[in-house]
C-alpha cells in the first residue's frame, strides 16, 4: 500500500478550515466549483470538474480535529482510498493541516497523478481562507 502525505500552514482558526473540508459550498470555493452535497447534513459529496471524472466522498469526523473523506466513487483504484486532514490550532491563529491520503495499491500510475494534484488542492485551500478569494482549482 502507498500512501500521500503533505502538510501546510493555514491563517484560520481550525472550525473555519473545517467548514472549507465539510460544505459542499466551502469546497466549491477552493477544490472544483461544481461541487454538489450527496444530502442535506453534509455528509458527503460530489465533484463534478470540467474536463475530468467526477468523484463522490462520504465525509467522517471520527473525532474533534480529524477530517475524513471517503471516496466512495470514482475513476481507478481512488475508490475506497480516504483523505484524511488532522488540524491542530497554532499559537498564532493559524492550523496546521496533516494531510494524508491512503489505500493505493502501489505508487504507480494515477497515485503520482494525485500526489501533485493535492499538493495544488492544499495551497488553493489555503489561498482560500487566508485571503477569502475564491479560486476553485477544477471549474
Not at 472550525?15 to 459550498?25: E, G, I, K, P, Y
Not at 466551502?26 to 450527496?38: D, F, L, N, P, V
Request: glycine share 8%; proline share 6%.
Amino acid at each position: 500500500m502507498a500512501d500521500i502525505h503533505h502538510e501546510i500552514k493555514i491563517d484560520a482558526a481550525p472550525q473555519a478550515v473545517d467548514l472549507a473540508l465539510t460544505n459542499a459550498l466551502e469546497i466549491a470555493k477552493w477544490h472544483t466549483s461544481r461541487t454538489e452535497s450527496t444530502n442535506s447534513s453534509d455528509e458527503g459529496f460530489t465533484t463534478y470538474p470540467k474536463d475530468g471524472p467526477s468523484f463522490e466522498w462520504k465525509v467522517l469526523k471520527p473525532d474533534a480535529h480529524t477530517i475524513e473523506w471517503q471516496c466512495v466513487g470514482g475513476p481507478g483504484h481512488s475508490a475506497g482510498t480516504l483523505a484524511r486532514f488532522q488540524l491542530s490550532p497554532l499559537g498564532d491563529g493559524r492550523t496546521l493541516v496533516a494531510f494524508s491520503h491512503s489505500g493505493w495499491p502501489d505508487s504507480n500510475g494515477n497515485f503520482r497523478k494525485c500526489n501533485t494534484l493535492w499538493a495544488i488542492l492544499l495551497f488553493h485551500l489555503k489561498k482560500y481562507l487566508d485571503t477569502k478569494q475564491i479560486g476553485p482549482v477544477f471549474t
